[in-house]
């Protein structure tokens, strides 16, 4: 039998949200409030249930409709080598307890479906797509078989160069970046349907690239900003130096490409010092927000694309759901900027990240883990009774 409040009305005031999200002469802004107001008035405490609520808000206020759903989901991880993580004698700066050669055997796994994006992708409901974007090339069996993984038409041969002495890419090589990112994530959502997109990245050294872009677009401090990575320790506990060695390679970057002049060029950023997976990631990232469409975003590396993304096209930060805390600290200061760009737009700030689990595998793990919330986070706004509801319930009879 359905709800109806004390004056017999029904689902009146859900009605009423649902005539507002449709008027065409609303922002975004204006629908996102009218969503929070009437979360407001639900049969819990104002803002309760925290980033859910958020969540909520941002996806009905896209989708333009009081019952949303996000129930076909697609996600494309990217997968790029970095020069900076190259041993000393090959040009790079070995930056990373592991050797680059470890993401072309993690990309491996995804395409034989036994990866941990593989795993969680399945258990959620998630259609799963990994595009090599600039891995550098491996022995002839273990090309990729298009299905689960693919290569890009426009990949960084070999992956990006080692930027402390150089740029990391072309502008040719970014620009192309972007572009098949866009271009792979529309692909992939028309072929899915998807409602929701998420983003995930594969690359040995990201950690640093990504702390060396939150570095020339934040003028952040090095030291500030870097952390373990991907730790061989279980608690990832940094027992060789490894943050130290990192914050010196970030700091030696600035210094070379002469981080003042970048500070307000996202895309001079991204040739700089970027990586072609999160250049594809920022591509993606464009697409999905011209879409309307949600994005849950992955640890620090998604992060840091996201902030790109949103520097270069604010719009971008209406549709990100963050979906979990890194442990790398560049995390902190990438929301921070994302957020100080939606205010300067005049856009709700987005929620601090609805997870807390020390995860930091990357493969897009964090937003899969993630997707249960956002269906839920659908669920309450369009199920959840109104207090008014509640309160006009009559005895249960005998």
């Known amino acids: 039998m359905p709800l109806e409040n004390g004056n017999?009305?029904?689902?009146?005031?859900?009605?009423?949200?649902?005539?507002?999200?449709?008027?065409?002469?609303?922002?975004?802004?204006?629908?996102?409030?009218a969503v929070r107001t009437y979360l407001d008035s639900l049969a819990k405490p104002p803002g309760s249930l925290g980033t859910l609520e958020d969540?909520?808000?941002?996806?009905?206020?896209?989708?333009?409709?009081?019952?949303?759903?996000?129930?076909?989901?697609?996600?494309?991880?990217?997968?790029?080598?970095?020069?900076?993580?190259?041993?000393g004698?090959?040009?790079?700066?070995?930056?990373?307890?592991?050797?680059?050669?470890?993401?072309?055997?993690?990309?491996?796994?995804?395409?034989?479906?036994v990866a941990g994006a593989n795993v969680l992708a399945k258990c959620n409901g998630v259609a799963l797509r990994a595009v090599d974007v600039g891995l550098a090339d491996g022995p002839a069996e273990c090309e990729w078989s298009g299905d689960v993984v693919r290569s890009s038409g426009r990949k960084v041969k070999g992956g990006t160069e080692n930027f402390c002495r150089g740029r990391a890419m072309t502008e040719e090589e970014a620009a192309g970046c972007v572009s098949s990112g866009r271009h792979e994530t529309g692909k992939f959502v028309d072929e899915t349907g998807a409602k929701i997109v998420l983003f995930g990245e594969v690359g040995i050294g990201n950690t640093t690239t990504s702390s060396a872009l939150v570095a020339a677009l934040t003028a952040a401090d090095a030291e500030s900003l870097c952390g373990i990575g991907a730790s061989t320790t279980r608690d990832g506990i940094d027992e060789s130096g490894a943050v130290a060695r990192k914050a010196s390679i970030v700091e030696e970057a600035m210094e070379f490409h002469g981080a003042s002049g970048l500070r307000d060029e996202p895309l001079r950023a991204l040739t700089a010092v970027g990586g072609a997976e999160i250049a594809a990631i920022v591509g993606g990232m464009l697409?999905?927000?011209?879409?309307?469409?949600?994005?849950?975003?992955?640890?620090?590396?998604?992060?840091?694309?996201?902030?790109?993304?949103?520097?270069?096209?604010?719009?971008?930060?209406?549709?990100?759901?963050?979906?979990?805390?890194?442990?790398?600290?560049?995390?902190?200061?990438?929301?921070?900027?994302?957020?100080?760009?939606?205010?300067?737009?005049?856009l709700p700030v987005p929620a601090r990240p609805a997870l807390d689990m020390d995860l930091r595998m990357g493969e897009g793990t964090g937003c899969l883990l993630a997707m249960p919330m956002a269906r839920s986070a659908c669920a309450i706004l369009a199920e959840l009774a109104t207090l008014n509801e509640v309160l006009g319930l009559g005895g249960v009879s005998g």
């Open 8 to 33: 017999g009305k029904g689902r009146s005031e859900l009605a009423a949200l649902a005539t507002t999200l449709e008027d065409p002469a609303l922002d975004f802004a204006s629908r996102y409030d």
């Open 55 to 87: 969540f909520a808000a941002r996806i009905a206020a896209l989708q333009r409709s009081a019952t949303p759903n996000v129930d076909a989901s697609a996600c494309l991880v990217f997968a790029a080598d970095h020069g900076v993580a190259r041993e």
């Open 89 to 113: 004698s090959e040009g790079g700066m070995n930056c990373s307890a592991y050797p680059p050669a470890v993401s072309r055997k993690v990309l491996e796994g995804l395409d034989r479906g």
């Open 287 to 346: 697409e999905a927000s011209e879409r309307d469409l949600p994005v849950l975003v992955d640890g620090f590396i998604v992060t840091a694309a996201a902030m790109v993304a949103c520097r270069m096209e604010p719009s971008v930060a209406r549709v990100l759901l963050f979906a979990t805390r890194s442990t790398e600290r560049g995390q902190a200061a990438a929301l921070g900027e994302i957020r100080d760009v939606a205010r300067r737009a005049g």
